[in-house]
């Protein structure tokens, strides 16, 4: 299977003029699936002249007009989610049943993003003095940017687009060049719908693009979700250019056990976290954190019991829990951690860069490591594939400074039967999505969404109400009518 790839704006598919193409490549079998193309700045700058045209007549649309296309898109999706999980498969290397959540997630914010008429309603009140009326609307604000990662091919963009057109903006969206095939395929959806011309557009590449688009004079915001490093010049660059700027960053999440937990199914779902996705999931847990002797013992025993039921394999196959990494160079980049937190001192209980039954694609088999502590890199940095790292502390306060030490503060999961335990740990921790008894906290589409600290660069978390926030302006109007009254000093007694 070959693709090649278009840009689309002004409601067209559109080749690009720029030869330069990068390889996408099925991770699991190591075949080139697509070249993707590297658009320009010439590229960019007709996407963002298309976007602003349509924004002068899409942000006096009625916002009861403008979710209209997105009921027609959500069927669509509906309609085609078998084809679009098997494209997320093909280009990131997901099992089926992984990506058809990663698509059921996004589907979710189109139908969330339809309640916006409720949704950017503003405020009002009379008489805020003799005469005088109050009220503010939400206004839209412009063109806004989304410049998104390989990890989940259909749900990240979701997570802004459907939100910024139904509150009045138009949108260009950069996919992931690693992961470009699920947003052309659910662009040609978004062709079908009844968008008008020029409100969602696409433009295809890497980092030449994400500064055209983060510097442009034009676009009023971006939306950035990748690795840390990234995010902080994306915030930088936007900012510079005074823009709105959310930038999701990278994550390093640990999750805690106590012995009072039902280790059963807690240790269940703390291996699901680790190992799902192959562990490239910004909710992944990596540190697997016991209190106390009796409580590590257990969770030890319990997950190298869970790791015997992974099934390495290509996702295609419906028996597969643990598919391929994402490229060469991120399986290579893995197998040095592993060894980093050997050479610094921690203990393989089980490596997974040996046998390895797959001849061709990036397969790493689950791997555990103990004997985790603080002064290794490896309790802090971030490893986007499928290890597990089990850490022994005294108390919950010690588990909680570990964890408020961290750079990152994504997600952090306590598993407990105890209330007031839970009521602490949730009082005391720094990340700002948290999971009881949950391996995989992630606000649904009608909650916000975000983490803090390196994990998050700016003020306004992403979708659910919170979107309505960044995709607008408040503005107030004061309204006096003189038949309604002559307008009174509000407090009377400075007037005397
Ligand atoms: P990445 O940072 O490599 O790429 C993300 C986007 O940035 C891509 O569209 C890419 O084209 C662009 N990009 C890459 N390098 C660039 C550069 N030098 N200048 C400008 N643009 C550049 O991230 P990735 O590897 O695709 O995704 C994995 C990372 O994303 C992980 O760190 C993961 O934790 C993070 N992530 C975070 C969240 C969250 O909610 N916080 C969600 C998903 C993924």
Known sequence: MENSLKNYWGKQFIETKNLATQEVINPATEEVIAHVPLSTNDEVN??????????????????????????????????????????????????????????????????????????????????????????????????????????????????????????????????????PLTSQYIFELIDQCDFPKGVINMVHGGKDVVESLCQHPDIAGVNFVGSTPVAKLVYDMAHKGYKRVQALGGAKNYMVITADADFNQSVKAMVDSCYGCAGERCLAGSVLVAVGDQAYTKLKERVLEEIGKVKVGNGIDPNTTLGPVISSQAKERIIQDIQKAVDEGATLLIDGRKNIQQDKGYFLNPTVIENVTMGMEFAHKEIFGPVIGLMKVDSLDEAIKNINSLEYANTTSLFTNNGSTMQKFVNEIDPSMVGINLGVPAPMAFFSFGGSKASFFGDIKAHGPSSVEFFTQRQSIMTRWYSAGKEEIINPQWGK
Not at 49 to 73: H, M
Not at 107 to 127: F, H, K, Y
Not at 128 to 157: E, Q
Not at 173 to 178: C, G, H, I, Y
């Open 46 to 179: 007709l996407a963002v002249k298309t976007a602003k045209e349509a924004f002068t007549s899409w942000k006096n649309t009625p916002t009861i007009d403008r979710i209209q296309p997105l009921f027609e898109l959500k069927a669509k999706l509906e309609q085609n989610a078998h084809e679009i999980s098997k494209i997320i498969v093909a280009e990131n290397g997901k099992t089926m049943k992984e990506a058809q959540g990663d698509l059921l997630r996004g589907i979710q914010m189109v139908e969330v993003a339809t309640s916006m008429p409720t949704l950017i309603m503003g405020d009002c009140q009379n008489q805020i003095a003799k005469g005088i009326d109050s009220n503010f609307y939400h206004r839209s604000l412009g063109v806004f940017a989304g410049i998104t990662p390989f990890n989940f091919p259909a749900m990240v963009p979701f997570w802004f687009w459907p939100f910024a057109v139904a509150s009045g903006n138009s949108y260009i969206l950069k996919p992931s060049e690693r992961v």
